[in-house]
């Protein structure tokens, strides 16, 4: 075998906002339909977070949940790692208004910008950490989109909601942990999904806002094209460095964007459709969360069992993405 990086998942925790938004609503905002949602995207509804929430919010309750599964107190932790587009505020990170609020000060506390694929890169980060932190550590996916969403754009609002997911991983000496992990980026694609103005390149003035240059802009139907072959190619390099026939996958849990962009994963990367956990319908989109909830809802499910081979694939922003197979 050429790669093995050991670590064992103790706990999983996931928190959706309790507002659910569901497609008939959407019906009263803009010119779509329950029909078309359903059968272009395969999402049904998604869950809207209270104007007074942030994105640590969401996190530090899914934290708490990862914690209680683990059998862990909080000052267990021996960092904190947030994959998120949409932090609480630029600075301080949203890591660091989780480790206010989980009240573990002292461990080092960070975000992770790399969008969709946001929670695999923090897996990737918090494993290569355990071996000098030799204590668990929390990776969160999390993104509250509702807040940078057009709502009068009706090719992106309805296909965006809130959400955060959290592990907690350990260092073990037993064979579990990754048997393989690709990242990858390609910077040249960033116009296709983007927040134009807020930061340096484009700071805030009453310019920017009246032209709602804060929100997300994406070209859907180009994404969409290179979204499967990004994920399906990344699923495809995973399974051969880690070895395994794609009949080895116990279960495939994709970044949910799109019923038909993972429909479209699963051909190219043969990995069968009936072996794949969709949670579209429920959450849309929620970029960073959706890998971690997705695998929360799996385990709570008892559709992995210790041993299983699970293979993650994301794309997103950038453009991103990321692919590994790990032994439950
Ligand atoms: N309701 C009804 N009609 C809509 C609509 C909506 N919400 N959004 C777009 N349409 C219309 C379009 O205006 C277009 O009408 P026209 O033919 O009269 O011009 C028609 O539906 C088809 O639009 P198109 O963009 O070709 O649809 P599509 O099948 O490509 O689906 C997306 C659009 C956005 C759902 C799809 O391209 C997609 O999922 N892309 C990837 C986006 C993504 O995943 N982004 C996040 C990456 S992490």
Request: proline content about 4%; some cysteine; glycine content about 10%.
């Amino acid at each position: 075998m050429k790669f093995f990086r050991r670590f064992k998942i103790l706990g999983t925790g996931a928190y959706l906002p309790e507002k659910v938004l569901t497609n008939a609503d959407l019906e009263k905002i803009v010119d779509t339909s329950d029909e078309w949602i359903k059968t272009r995207t395969g999402i049904e509804k998604r869950h809207i977070a209270r104007e007074d929430e942030a994105t640590s919010d969401l996190i530090i309750e899914a934290a708490k949940e990862a914690l209680r599964n683990a059998g862990l107190a909080a000052s267990a932790l021996g960092a904190i790692i947030i994959g998120t587009i949409s932090p609480d505020t630029f600075f301080p990170s949203t890591g660091c208004w989780v480790q206010k609020g989980l009240d573990v000060p002292g461990i080092p506390a960070f975000d992770v910008s790399a969008a969709c694929s946001g929670f695999l890169y923090g897996l990737e980060v918090g494993s290569l950490m355990l071996s000098s932190i030799a204590k668990p550590i929390l990776v969160a996916g999390a993104d509250i989109l509702s807040k940078i969403t057009n709502w009068e754009d009706r090719g992106t609002c309805v296909l965006l909601g809130d959400g955060a997911g959290a592990v907690i991983i350990a260092p073990t000496d037993e064979d579990r942990g990754f048997l393989s992990s690709i990242l990858g980026a390609d910077g040249s694609l960033g116009e296709l999904l983007i927040q134009p103005a807020g930061g340096s390149r484009m700071p805030a003035s009453h310019e920017t806002v009246d032209k709602k240059l804060h929100l997300l802009y994406m070209k859907g139907n180009e994404i969409f094209k290179y979204a499967v072959r990004t994920m399906g190619d990344a699923a495809i390099q995973a399974i051969k460095l880690a070895g395994v026939d794609p009949d080895n996958i116990s279960l495939f849990i994709p970044h949910q964007a799109n019923t038909r962009i993972i429909e479209a994963t699963c051909r190219r990367a043969k990995v069968p459709l009936d072996k794949t956990h969709i949670t579209i319908s429920w959450h849309g989109n929620m970029s960073a969360g959706t890998i971690p909830i997705a695998f929360h809802d799996a385990i709570s499910k008892g559709l992995i069992k210790r041993d299983d081979l699970v293979l993650f694939a994301a794309f997103g922003a950038g453009f991103t993405w990321g692919a590994s197979v790990l032994r439950f």
